[in-house]
């Protein structure tokens, strides 16, 4: 099943140096998931030949601007391309009142549903559920409110072994009940073990988007042993002071998070318009994390 993730901005709070404020695509058994929308994601998805059409599910992390500036475009143009399939949207509560001010003064009426779902400040819920996945809030240290958030794949069912079924001619119909653990009673008291037919799924994998945050212990419980963990890398830690007061993380802090938690792979990004290069950061998080890569525009990760 794919499961990777896209990075359509990595810049923090500006515009700058051809780098875009955070967003992010998650592909998760090719249904397409949005993750902040910062300025300029309408751009970006045409540069990378994205349709947005192809989004069903947003999740805004928190209401500083660069997480959400490019949504009233982003769902504006869907309404003009005449989407009408709702969208889901998962934020801080107020950004209900602000798109309804946004749509209310332009005179727009939607073709389609915008079904809202207010995140519930300061605490873990799990918000999302489907086949493929789930979705939990991770609880940042942030100026506002501000939620991260944990994507788990499902436990899938167990896998065939299709050249022996195809060998011993056992029909199709089966296959069904095999891939749900079951052992086969066959006409005749022929017993088909399933261990002999069928292999364990893969693990579930998971995806952990840490956005603006101060790097602290508080949240470290849901990380653990993530497969890939996105957190932002907004200083290098000669900037710890600063870092800090705006309560966001440095490369080496984001390293140490990941180091604690066990991460699979570390991917940082979210960072500061100080930087043109961002060489020296990936450098000072791989000193304490050496599965650490940049979150570059354009770029899909698999997870
Ligand atoms: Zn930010
Ligand atoms: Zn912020």
Redesign the pocket.
Known sequence: MKFEVTIIGSS??TPVYNRN??AQLLNCNEKIYLIDCGEGTQQQLMKFGIKASKIDVVFIS?L?G??YFGLIGLLSSMHLNGRIKPIKIFAPAALKDILELQFKHSETILRYNIDFKPIEPGQTTQIFENADLTVETIVMNHRIPCSGFKFTQKKRLRKLIVEKLEQEQIPVEYFPLLKRGMDLDLPGGIVLRNADYTMDSDEPKSYCYC??TLADDSYLSQLQNCTMLYH?A?FLHEMLERANQTHHTTALQAAEVAKKVGAGKLLIG?FSSRYKTLLPLLEEAKTVFEHTELAIEGNTYHI
């Open positions: 923090s709070a404020p955070s928190h500083h660069d997480h956005s603006d932002e907004t979210h």
